[in-house]
């Protein structure tokens, strides 16, 4: 129902998925009910156990409406029905059991010109009905339900149409409102994930200078003062205040979190500190991770790990995760530019389609292999046309593929 | 590397001095060992004892010490050597210093060297190292004036007790206050500020080539993101213009 809302059209995937949840329920029981016609014809068929459809059957199958003439003349009439036609009209309904499609078939206009269509006919009994029915209820005391003679001739319409359309629709139009559904599911599932993603590496961009490395207690013997001068002032000069500096990077940890600073955490007990150098966290990045090492030569490990080597070999490798990270976001923006390429291609060649005569000339489907600015231009171009031209074929075009296949 | 586990599932942890069950770790301490570890191997002369197999060209020696000459042991408490497969015993346990094997031999190999601390509480450490026998890159030719120096292969690592157990901890002051007081020169001409500065500048040279290319693949980025913005507004007027 709200594919329908959005594009105009339902669709053919059924948008609630089956679920266990409904096979797990209990089967209903059905029963053979019979029930007596008054010409004495006696109709069985199956029916759930208890329900009250088969009465509410019966009592409609024994309805009849009948009404007097000043009856008809303060509550009935209409401007588009004669007496003579809702006569008819009640007749059919009464000899063939409410079936409207046959009342339909056998409906004729006492002028012979006015054609009525099956929702005209419907509309007009449930009209009478929900009029005399109280009238004749309201002498007895019987309970009257107004619903059943409700009818909405607009929605029955739609919805016709609708199912005419979808019937009608090409095989490309399936196909394409398939791709579209898939990628609506996709985006839905990953949209979040990837906003995430790409809003955490605005963050490492705007500032991707590494945490202050964490500092050990001065070790007996090791020698690690001489260059941890040179570090401080590499960092003196990236940052112009010392107070800066750390605010800055207490921020990007945070940022890094998702980036798996396996070190950072360092755990209670004994390690090797030279094999403990960073890692990505995420075990499907190791693979990646290792290649990108091997490519600047960082795949051995130190060669002497103390905790100044150990942080600067650390500060490149986690480089080399933000490096990654950039990496893998630009492959995922190129796959999914070259869809959004695929999915411009369609529009453009759908509206080539539906544009008639007057869109002839232009360019037909363009491949993708056509630069970026070429196709900008193209809808420059479109534009202007459209705006100059005046809406000629504007009106017209309305039934493309590409309408059917909206869904913005 | 062997992520360690809960210190108690250690199944030592009962063969040691400390049979208490106290896992109870010390706060903001901590304490850095650092060792060197590796093989110094030389070829068997005339003049020099025969081996026991005739075949055997070579006398090697594979050790763990620490780095600066100090006596490791009260911190480990016992070094396991395992050798190829061919020696017997295969695996040498060394539990007193000298934590070394010596052995006569022809191949290389790789040698796994476990370490277990005196808080038997910690989970050995293994560290590998490959003997190395022959000259790198050089023609193994026995009579070459090269191949009569021995050759020495060895690595720098440094043991780092984080938050040690509470009764780990006065072993650990003792081993440190032996080290302070005796500065020993460092054992190895290889693993020295030098090297730490020529690392650390190699370390530096590849960061930069790293952040270069960061800043290349941001460019990239901001391309990708400009490209798909603009097909998304695309597609938008252009569905806009087809209502």
Known sequence: ?408 | MARRLKASTHPNATQGEHQTNTTKHTQNEQFCCPIIFGSVAGRIGKKDPPPSDPSHTHRWTVFVRGANGEDISPIIKRVSFKLHESFVPPVRVIESPPFEVTETGWGEFEILIKLSFADSQEKPLPLFHQLQLYPKDKDPDPDAEYAKLPITSEHYEEIVFNEPHEEFIEPLRRYRAQVLANPGKSVSSTFTPQLEASETKRLYAINDKVLADIEKWKSKLAAAEHTKKRLENDIRSLEAEAV
Request: hydrophobic share 35%.
């Open chain 1, 1 to 408: 129902m709200e594919m329908a809302d959005v594009c105009g059209l339902p669709p053919l995937i059924p948008s609630g998925l089956w679920s266990a949840k409904s096979a797990a329920e209990k089967a209903r029981k059905w029963e053979m009910s019979q029930r007596v016609r008054s010409d004495g014809l006696v109709l069985r068929h199956w029916s759930p156990c208890g329900s009250t459809h088969t009465t509410q059957e019966a009592a409609s199958a024994d309805l009849s409406l009948t009404y007097s003439d000043s009856e008809y003349d303060s509550l009935l009439a209409s401007p588009e029905w004669s007496r003579a036609d809702t006569d008819l009209l009640i007749q059919l309904a009464q000899d063939f059991n409410h079936n409207f499609i046959v009342v339909h078939d056998r409906f004729e206009s006492a002028d012979g010109t006015t054609s009525r269509s099956v929702e005209d006919l419907k509309e007009r009994y449930c009209h009478i009905a929900s009029k005399i029915i109280p009238l004749r209820t309201a002498a007895t005391g019987a309970p009257f339900d107004a619903s059943i003679f409700t009818f909405n001739k607009d929605r029955e319409t739609q919805r016709k149409k609708n199912l005419e359309a979808l019937h009608a629709r090409s095989v490309e139009a399936v196909q394409e409102e398939e791709m579209l559904f898939y990628e609506l599911k996709r985006r839905e599932l990953y949209g979040a994930d990837w906003q995430a993603e790409r809003d955490h590496l605005v963050q490492i961009m705007a500032n991707h200078e590494l945490p202050v490395p964490m500092q050990l207690p001065p070790i007996p013997g090791s020698s690690s003062s001489g260059s941890t001068e040179s570090r401080k002032k590499k960092r003196a000069a990236d940052a112009a205040s010392g107070e800066h500096t750390k605010r800055k990077s207490a921020a990007v940890a945070s940022a890094l979190e998702s980036v798996a600073l396996a070190k950072r955490d360092t755990p209670q007990g004994v390690f090797i500190r030279g094999q403990r150098l960073l890692t990505p966290r995420a075990s499907n990045l190791a693979s990646k991770f290792k290649e990108l090492l091997e490519e600047y030569n960082l795949l051995n490990p130190p060669l002497l790990p103390n905790t100044t080597v150990c942080d600067v070999a650390d500060e490149v490798r986690s480089n080399v995760m933000v490096l990654l990270d950039i990496r893998k976001t630009v492959e995922r923006l190129e796959h999914e530019t070259i869809s959004l390429r695929e999915r411009k291609r369609m529009l453009l060649a759908g509206e080539v389609l539906a544009g008639g005569p007057s869109g002839g000339g232009a360019a037909p489907a363009r491949a993708d292999s056509g630069s970026t600015s070429d196709e900008y231009d193209e809808v420059e171009a479109r534009k202007k046309k459209k705006a100059g031209g005046g809406g000629s074929g504007g009106g017209g075009s309305g039934s493309g593929i590409f309408k059917k296949a909206r869904f913005h």
